[in-house]
């Protein structure tokens, strides 16, 4: 059964840093790995879609990584900014099912 | 529409009452999710079609809940008889593909419908 598990749970940095979250699923049989960002009370907006060929997606700021034989993928935000405070959730597909499996998120507060 | 549109956006129901959640998905769209998500967690996976069929239902709690996208666009989810454990966000997401066929296979996810059953 796959689990996903994102680290840490909270963060809360000052403007301008850059930043790393984790995401671990326990399955390495994916078809692809996807990032969102959900703002409080809204829905999800889809950041990066990573497929399992590929080893890296970059849109502007954000660059992640998939390493499946380990298991991990990251999310690397470059020069925080306020406006990148949100929950971030990644899902994993696996092989053989339709659905996506989430983490239960990391809340990240940028402090100006 | 340019994106997924979930109505209501909120429903407060009474206990033991039956409510019916839209989801509208991206044009041309073949595959459709449910999810479910509570205060705090992330989302879990209720069921999915491709098209008009409804692939996998795996994940709906209870017979209670039923779902349907009859022209393979427009679904429905239902919850009959509402208990206080339905309250959560409803999730709706699309994808042009399905899942495991090469590119195309983005979820885009709605706004969601808040749910509180009192």
């Known amino acids: 059964k796959q689990e996903v598990t994102q680290i840490p749970a909270a963060l809360s940095v000052p403007e301008g840093e850059n930043l790393v979250l984790n995401c671990s699923f326990t399955?390495?049989?994916?078809?692809?790995l996807q990032w969102f960002r959900q703002d409080p009370g809204k829905g999800l907006t889809s950041l990066l879609l990573i497929q399992s060929s590929q080893r890296e997606q970059t849109s502007g700021r954000l660059n992640a990584s998939l390493d499946k034989s380990s298991g991990r993928s990251t999310l690397y935000i470059a020069a925080s900014q306020p406006g990148d405070s949100a929950t971030y959730l990644c899902a994993v597909s696996t092989s053989g099912t339709y659905k996506y499996i989430f983490g239960t998120g990391t809340r990240l507060k940028v402090l100006a | 529409g340019a994106g997924v549109s979930q109505s209501p956006r909120y429903k407060v129901a009474k206990r033991g009452q039956d409510v019916a959640l839209r989801c509208d998905p991206i044009?041309?769209?073949?595959?459709l999710f449910w999810y479910q998500q509570a205060l705090g967690q992330g989302p879990e996976f209720l069921t999915y079609?491709?098209?008009?069929?409804?692939?996998?239902k795996s994940g709906l709690p209870s017979d209670r809940f039923f779902a349907e996208r009859p022209e393979g666009s427009v679904s429905t989810l239902k919850i009959q008889r509402t208990q206080q454990e339905d309250s959560a966000v409803y999730l709706c997401?699309?994808?042009?593909?399905?899942?495991?066929?090469?590119?195309?296979?983005?979820?885009?996810f709605g706004q969601g419908t808040r749910l509180t059953v009192v």
């Open positions: 079609f491709q098209n008009e069929a409804q692939l996998d």
């Open positions: 997401a699309s994808s042009l593909r399905q899942p495991g066929h090469g590119m195309n296979t983005e979820a885009f």
């Open positions: 399955d390495s049989a994916i078809y692809n």
């Open positions: 044009s041309g769209h073949v595959s």
